[in-house]
Antibody, heavy 120, light 108 residues
């Protein structure tokens, strides 16, 4: 059974940093691209970042480029999102999601999400 | 940057009726790179359709996707009470892999 479990969310002050993790199980992690998607309170889905199965290719939304870094440790079956210079508008539930294939594509399994709140 | 516009914003229908949801892209995209998701309150999204017309694993055949170029459609042939939710389209042809703003399907 595919499982994705996010952790690392919480309350942080503007300008602060957080690192989100997504522990994967039930599939061959290195064979699939992974994606982070966020959802602000009462709003729609916003694609944040994606990474290929090998980790060689990464992609970012303009809203987070230069502040967030996506990475993966294929030996630990874990996806990360390092978030720096956080702003109030980064407040959202962050979901990790597994792609259908090794390159970035539609996502067929999602975690339950982790809440990130940026506030003083 | 490809922008996706979904319509209508809200669709009010009764169980048993047919639903038709639209997703229009600001520029032509290959149908290979268009997906539809369903999201219920407090839940993660669920993949319904990928490649514009391919149902994901376990998705009932009352859900179907079609379209090409800039115009894509999600159809639900006979609405079940569990189908009332928010639906999003997403393109993954190019970065940013943006979502549409969503269509809320509500019970009339």
């Amino acid at each position: 059974e595919v499982q994705l479990v996010e952790s690392g969310g919480g309350l942080v002050q503007p300008g602060g940093s957080l690192r989100l993790s997504c522990a994967a199980s039930g599939f061959i992690f290195t064979s699939f691209a992974m994606t982070w998607v966020r959802q602000a309170p009462g709003k729609g889905l916003e694609w944040v970042s994606s990474i290929s199965g090998t980790g060689a290719s990464t992609y970012y939304a303009d809203s987070v480029k230069g502040r967030f870094t996506i990475s993966r440790d294929n030996s630990r079956d874990t996806l990360y999102l390092q978030m720096n210079s956080l702003r109030a508008e980064d407040t959202a539930v962050y979901f990790c999601a597994k792609a259908l294939v090794v390159v970035v594509s539609a996502t067929d399994y999602w975690g339950q999400g982790t809440q990130v709140t940026v506030s003083s | 940057e490809i922008v996706l516009t979904q319509s209508p914003g809200t669709l009010s229908l009764s169980p048993g009726e047919r639903a038709t949801l639209s997703c229009r892209a600001s520029q032509s995209i290959s149908s290979t790179y268009l997906a539809w998701y369903q999201q219920k309150p407090g839940r993660a999204p669920r993949l319904l359709i990928y490649g514009a017309s391919n149902r994901a694993t376990g998705i009932p055949d009352r859900f179907s996707g079609s379209g090409s170029g800039t115009d894509f459609t999600l159809s639900i042939s006979r609405l079940d009470p569990e189908d009332f939710a928010v639906y999003y389209c997403q393109q993954y042809a190019d970065s940013p892999r943006a979502f549409g703003q969503g269509t809320r399907l509500e019970i009339k």
